[in-house]
């Protein structure tokens, strides 16, 4: 299609832009529906500020509001799933370094055990093998965006 993609909308695309919207539509909402003073409520008792919470104070904006949370689930999801296949191509080729850190994963999980964000922190074994992993494969953009002029700062 060329140029020209950005005038269709094909039935599947439309479809999967409703389930995108009707999953982040609770979110917006809660978010417009909360007030400065339940803001500064949550944050005197202690409560959680997350994402949604301290950009709801800038903006009440629907449209803005949704496209941040959507651009932020997908960044999250990239570099995620990027550094995972990296740390796991990584332990195929260190197996002394996979069974230390399946050791560490079966010492605090068992074998049925469910990760909790607790259980996570406390690994500290894996926390370094992902560390390690990030900077040798960095996600990088690979979509054939260049710049087409080099500037230069004067000093």
């Known amino acids: ?79 995620t799933a990027a550094t995972l296949t990296w740390l796991f191509y990584e332990l195929a080729y260190h197996p002394e370094i996979y069974k230390q850190l399946r050791e560490e994963v079966l010492e605090t999980l068992g074998k049925d055990g469910r990760p909790t964000y607790e259980n996570l922190k406390d690994m500290k074994f894996l926390q370094y093998c992902i560390n390690e992993s990030i900077p040798f494969y960095l996600c990088r953009r690979i979509d054939g965006c260049s710049a087409s002029t080099v500037s230069y700062c004067a000093v």
Not at 26 to 35: C, N
């Open 1 to 79: 299609m060329g140029p020209l993609w950005r005038l269709y909308r094909s039935n599947r695309f439309i479809n999967s832009i409703n389930v995108l919207n009707s999953f982040v539509e609770p979110f917006v909402e809660r978010a417009l529906s909360q007030t400065n003073k339940d803001f500064e409520e949550k944050e005197r008792s202690g409560q959680i500020i997350n994402f949604t919470d301290s950009l709801s104070q800038f903006t009440k904006d629907k449209k803005v509001l949704r496209d941040q949370l959507v651009n932020t689930l997908l960044a999250g999801r990239d570099t």
